[in-house]
């Protein structure tokens, strides 16, 4: 177990292709799978992993994500001793770099006793166990270890992500960009292991030289003057950094294979308790293949969709291929094809809204709503 690790999560979003669902919050707290947050799989990760020292770096529309973390004691971490720590991005101050907000919190890492450090993204959705990378990064005693996935399909997944190129000795000679030309690829989990002295050296001098606008930045810029070694994880990795890219992992879930692994394969991903009463399915209604979360009200047909808390579906609408995020009401006649729907809307009566799987069609958060 990794009890002389310190997780530190950097959430410096790139939200340029998925604004539609970021306007009032953070990729990481965009609702998932019904009722799961995006920044719940790389924090289970770390728990599961005996990580008990977590840092959460956040910007200015924190709001949702903060409430939904609270004191950490959905992971174990609301603790006398280590636990969760958020560090939030003031608002007149939401220029900041990630560089600068962990700068500006150094005596975090002065003051934690733990000696080394897993630095990581978060928008990375994985079921993974970092004992065995932890393991060889001490083995190989390298100076900084990245994670990785292989991949046989880079011309339709991982569309901008980070690329490694590695020698037969796993070497990391530099770092590219999944431009979308080779199938074959090397990607960059954003996740590095490293002595927690390494990262405090990179930051300063970063601050230093006023360069990089990133911890990611700054470490990649160190793969030619350090020993920097690669990790190759074997599971279910999809990258949520677009619109495309987050409904496709959300039909994933729809898959029993991808969705035992992800969410027990090496350990159980936790998430916010809200008790809320079963979903009611009323005569007529008619689900298949479907994720349905619960305090829901069924009267209608949903299929191959991913539904949250507290969605009313009525008699004679339809749903096929969607995802709905909690507080929603589907008036009855409606029908939804390849659509995501956000917080707090009402789709009006026979309402007929279709998408396709690239481009489906999306309703931003509704914040007139009467339960906001």
Excluded at 14 to 41: H, N, V, W
């Amino acid at each position: 177990m990794l009890k002389n690790y310190i997780g530190l999560l950097m959430l410096n979003d790139q939200e340029d292709d998925i604004k539609s669902l970021t306007k009032t919050r953070p990729i990481a707290s965009i609702p998932i799978g019904g009722r799961y947050r995006i920044i719940d799989f790389v924090l289970s990760n770390m728990v599961n992993s005996g990580i008990h020292t977590i840092g959460v770096f956040t910007n200015a529309k924190s709001r949702s994500l903060v409430n939904h973390l609270g004191s950490g004691k959905s992971w174990d971490l609301h603790r006398k001793i280590n636990g969760l720590f958020i560090f939030n991005f003031t608002p007149d101050r939401s220029y900041l770099r990630d560089i600068d907000a962990l700068s500006d919190n150094m005596e975090f890492l002065y003051r934690a006793k733990q000696e080394y450090v897993i630095v990581s993204s978060y928008y990375m959705v994985c079921n993974m166990d970092y004992n065995e990378a932890a393991k060889y990064h001490q083995e190989s005693a390298s100076d900084i270890t990245l994670l990785y996935k292989k991949t046989n399909k880079g011309k339709k997944h991982y569309q901008n992500c980070s690329t490694l190129y590695i020698n037969e000795e796993n070497k990391v000679l530099s770092i590219g960009k999944n431009t979308g030309k080779d199938d074959k690829l090397n990607i960059s989990m954003e996740m590095f292991i490293m002595k927690k002295s390494t990262l405090i050296t990179i930051v300063n001098k970063c601050i230093q030289i006023g360069y990089h606008n990133s911890i990611k930045a700054a470490i990649y810029n160190y793969i030619s003057k350090l020993d920097v070694n690669a990790y190759e994880f074997k599971g279910y990795l999809q990258c949520i950094d677009s619109i495309k890219n987050y409904y496709r992992t959300s039909m994933d879930m729809l898959n029993p294979k991808i969705i035992k692994e992800l969410f027990s394969s090496n350990g159980l991903i936790y998430t916010k308790s809200k008790d809320e009463a079963p979903t009611k399915y009323f005569n007529g209604a008619k689900v298949n293949n479907a994720l349905i979360s619960n305090g829901c009200i069924l009267k209608g047909e949903i299929e191959k969709s991913v539904i949250s808390r507290w969605v009313t579906v009525d008699a004679g609408a339809v749903i096929k291929n969607c995802i709905v995020f909690q507080n929603c009401e589907i008036k009855k006649g409606c029908k939804l094809t390849n659509v995501i729907v956000d917080k707090n809307n009402i789709i009006n009566e026979n309402t007929v809204l279709v998408g396709n799987d690239e481009f489906p069609v999306v309703i931003e958060k509704n914040l007139d709503y009467k339960y906001l």
